[in-house]
């Protein structure tokens, strides 16, 4: 099986990101690479499904870690993300600025209604 340079890539940010997962499961703070790892993760999976725009993704960009599940001098160094993604209607660029939410306001980038209520089988 040949897998292009793309998927493989695509590949390596699944294995960091479920890795980071672990880690921050287990209360340590993530590095820059590891927080990277894990919103371009969560982002694509759900461009993939085709339910949401590129609005809805950068929301979800905010949503998925805040300041205090990295470490102290990332929420600094990391400003924006680009995650190009995978839509029914082609590829896009999803630009999440300042992606770690503030610790002090837990409630600020809302999700749109039925992300984050996924069983463990990713069925919504």
Request: aromatic letters at 8%.
């Amino acid at each position: 099986m040949y897998i292009n340079e793309w998927e493989q890539e695509k590949l390596w940010i699944f294995v960091l990101a479920k890795l980071a997962e672990e880690r921050k499961a287990r209360g340590m703070k993530l590095n820059i690479e590891e927080a990277i790892a894990v919103i371009t993760y969560h982002v694509t999976e759900e461009a993939r499904t085709g339910k949401y725009t590129v609005s809805d993704l950068q929301r979800m960009g905010h949503q998925v870690l805040d300041e205090n599940d990295v470490m102290d001098s990332v929420p600094d160094l990391v400003k924006l993300i680009n995650i190009q993604v995978v839509m029914p209607d082609g590829n896009k660029l999803v630009v999440v600025n300042n992606p770690f939410k503030p610790a002090e306001h837990p409630e600020w980038g809302e999700l749109p209604p039925g992300y984050g209520s996924q069983d463990q089988h990713g069925n919504h």
